[in-house]
């Protein structure tokens, strides 16, 4: 139970952390994190813009508010929290995979990255819209499914800045980590949400 506990507290904290990340892009030097990585004609590019602070806005939201969705406790205390926070996530989720998918192409290290956070993004549209459907039809079942699949793919902002540094240090070169890390940051997390969280349910 106390590692069940401590699980969950890391799992919040990670989410909340890298949640509230963003927020250094707005108050930081212009050249922050990967913004090092772009040219400056599309640092000044109207559309990239919007899609980029769409993307990490509205990406660290869906990270802040996602997590509270898998209490059980919430669910059964405060029932209104859970639907208008699940509301939100989706809403957020949403927008900023949209994003996702439409900046992909100018990922840093060329079409594998590029392929691999548009998939991410599809992904990531498609699960969430599909647990809004399902709870629109009242089938409970299916959008717990669904949401598991949702915030494991909205879960990469997290596991990215945690394989990245390792794929530096083993490479000691930011572009191939950067390849290796657009599909190591989700394609694992499916792998994890689908053996050992989906497979269990479907079988009660």
Not at 28 to 46: C, H, I, P, Q, Y
Not at 55 to 79: D, E, K, N, P
Request: proline share 4%; charged share 10%.
């Amino acid at each position: 139970m106390i590692f069940k506990q401590i699980r969950r507290i890391v799992f919040a904290l990670l989410a909340t952390a890298i949640g509230i990340y963003p927020g250094l892009y707005f108050i930081v030097d212009r050249k922050f994190g990967l913004l090092n990585t772009k040219t400056e004609a599309l640092l000044f590019s109207l559309p990239w813009n919007i899609g980029f602070y769409t993307h990490i806005v509205f990406g660290g939201l869906a990270l802040l508010v996602g997590w509270t969705q898998f209490s059980a406790t919430l669910r059964a205390r405060w029932l209104p929290f859970h639907r208008w926070t699940g509301r939100v996530y989706v809403i957020a989720a949403l927008l900023s995979a949209t994003a996702a998918v439409c900046i992909a192409c100018y990922a840093t290290g060329g079409w594998v990255p590029a392929l691999g956070f548009g998939c991410l993004g599809i992904v990531w549209w498609y699960t969430t819209f599909q647990a809004y459907r399902f709870i629109r039809q009242k089938d409970t079942a299916r959008h717990q499914v669904m949401m598991i699949y949702s915030y494991a793919a909205c879960f990469a902002a997290v596991t990215l800045r945690l394989w990245l540094p390792l794929l530096i240090g083993i490479f000691h070169d930011f572009i191939p980590a950067y390849r290796i890390v657009a599909w190591l940051c989700w394609v694992p997390n499916l792998a994890v949400a689908h053996f050992f969280v989906v497979k269990p349910l479907q079988r009660l």
